[in-house]
Antibody, heavy 120, light 110 residues
Framework: QMQLVQSGAEVKKTGSSVKLSCRAS????????LHWVRQTPGQAPEWMGW????????FYAQKFQDRVTMSRDKSMTTAYMELSSLRSEDTAMYYC?????????????WGQGTQVTVSS | QSVLTQPPSVSAAPGQKVTISCSGS????????VSWYQQLPGTAPKLLIY???KRVSGIPDRFSGSKSGTSATLGITGLQTGDEADYYC???????????FGGGTKLTVL
């Protein structure tokens, strides 16, 4: 049973960076892809990109390509997402989600979410 | 504005049936499979349906999915108050090169 546990809430200043973590358990870490999805209140989820823990390969949504970096630590079975040059519009709940049980972009497991608040 | 169009809200009485539509284009639904997610208040989304019409293990058969052309539909029968949630369709968009979600539909069970 795939379990994803995310790091705690963050409050950041405009222009700074934030690095979130997503610790995986209950399965072989390198066997499944991990995605990052964010959501602002009352809005649809927004896919940011994915990482393949097996080899560290990443693919980012074009919107975030210049500002996002996804990484992983196999020894810690943890994935990370760093977003730089933060602006107020980045205030959102950020989720990590696992796929590959049903398809590459079918998110069958989700973390509990990390609230990121950006203010000046 | 989402590329995938869903009605903002639907409602029905307990025990009744409701359908939620998701309209897209040839660059997304027309050529890719659709998933459906349920999001209860204050929680992460939960996968209900994948590959247009396949239910995830443990999801009751009251939930069903279908796809025709560039539109997909989620059906829920025997509505229960516990079904009150936001529902999102999702699929890959070949033009945007990204996974996209519909704008979401809020289900109210009256």
């Amino acid at each position: 049973q795939m379990q994803l546990v995310q790091s705690g809430a963050e409050v950041k200043k405009t222009g700074s960076s934030v690095k979130l973590s997503c610790r995986a358990s209950g399965y072989t870490f390198t066997y499944r892809s991990l995605h990052w999805v964010r959501q602002t209140p009352g809005q649809a989820p927004e896919w940011m990109g994915w990482i393949k823990p097996f080899n560290g390969n990443t693919f980012y949504a074009q919107k975030f390509q210049d500002r996002v970096t996804m990484s992983r630590d196999k020894s810690m079975t943890t994935a990370y997402m760093e977003l730089s040059s933060l602006r107020s519009e980045d205030t959102a709940m950020y989720y990590c989600a696992g796929s590959d049980s049903y398809g590459y972009f079918v998110f069958d497991s989700w973390g509990q979410g990390t609230q990121v608040t950006v203010s000046s | 504005q989402s590329v995938l169009t869903q009605p903002p809200s639907v409602s029905a009485a307990p025990g009744q049936k409701v359908t939620i539509s998701c309209s897209g284009s040839s660059s997304n639904i027309g050529n890719n499979d659709v998933s459906w997610y349920q999001q209860l208040p204050g929680t992460a989304p939960k996968l209900l349906i994948y590959d247009n019409n396949k239910r995830v293990s443990g999801i009751p058969d009251r939930f069903s999915g279908s796809k025709s052309g560039t539109s997909a539909t989620l059906g829920i029968t025997g509505l229960q108050t516990g079904d009150e949630a936001d529902y999102y369709c999702a699929t890959w968009d070949n033009s945007l090169n990204t996974e996209i979600f519909g704008g979401g539909t809020k289900l109210t069970v009256l």
